[in-house]
T-cell receptor, first 113, second 112 residues
Framework: KAGVTQTPRYLIKTRGQQVTLSCSPI?????VSWYQQTPGQGLQFLFE???????NKGNFPGRFSGRQFSNSRSEMNVSTLELGDSALYLC????????????FGPGTRLLVL | EDQVTQSPEALRLQEGESSSLNCSYT??????LFWYRQDPGKGPEFLFT???AGEEKEKERLKATLTKKESFLHITAPKPEDSATYLC?????????????FGQGTTLQVKP
């Protein structure tokens, strides 16, 4: 069974630009959660999508947004990039039952210059 | 406020030297505690899920246990390939969504 895939794996952007990251969940999984990982803050929850609806959102500014498609694939978008947005962005998928195990993808490494 | 604290931050062991990693949590009604392993530059790899106090799970040299206040990840006779960052996460007790709260992790180095 294929795992969670994320594209692209690496990105370099400059301040003020926007970026779109993609996540394909494990087949059959309907929930996709996004996390930001930085050395100083660790793993922080961004948002979760389930059946194309945002089910929960973390404490991030409105520049961070996402969506989910009918095939459960998800995208997250960051507009007006700031230096502090440099991080590893991880997505995780599950069937969607609360407190169920989430499986992570390899992440997208974003560097903002 | 829901919080997860892992200790120690870093741990160096000799190959074969057993030890334990700690994860203490404060959540309003634990619904699930998760252990992950993360290698540099990679996504977290799932290890264990624990749901209730007294529960134990084992996999090769690893054993996870859960009490009402904390969880331990016991590593028996570790090998250099066990070197990684071990992350603990809890499911937000009052949430009906998939939100996980992570600890800062314990970075384990096992020397041959």
């Amino acid at each position: 069974k294929a795992g969670v895939t994320q594209t692209p794996r690496y990105l370099i952007k400059t301040r003020g630009q926007q970026v779109t990251l993609s996540c394909s969940p494990i087949s059959g999984h309907r929930s996709v959660s996004w996390y930001q990982q930085t050395p100083g803050q660790g793993l922080q929850f961004l948002f979760e999508y389930f059946s194309e609806t945002q089910r929960n959102k973390g404490n991030f500014p409105g520049r961070f947004s996402g969506r989910q498609f009918s095939n459960s694939r998800s995208e997250m978008n960051v507009s007006t990039l700031e230096l502090g947005d440099s991080a590893l962005y991880l997505c995780a998928s599950s069937f969607g039952t609360p407190a169920e195990t989430q499986y992570f993808g390899p992440g997208t490494r974003l560097l903002v210059l | 406020e829901d919080q997860v604290t892992q200790s120690p931050e870093a741990l160096r062991l000799q190959e074969g030297e057993s030890s334990s990693l700690n994860c203490s949590y404060t959540v309003s009604g634990l619904r699930g505690l998760f252990w992950y392993r993360q290698d540099p530059g990679k996504g977290p790899e799932f290890l264990f899920t624990l749901y209730s106090a007294g529960e134990e799970k084992e996999k090769e040299r690893l054993k996870a246990t859960l009490t009402k206040k904390e969880s331990f990840l016991h590593i028996t006779a570790p090998k250099p390939e066990d070197s990684a960052t071990y992350l603990c996460a809890v499911h937000h007790g009052s949430s009906n969504t998939g939100k996980l709260i992570f600890g800062q992790g314990t970075t384990l180095q096992v020397k041959p």
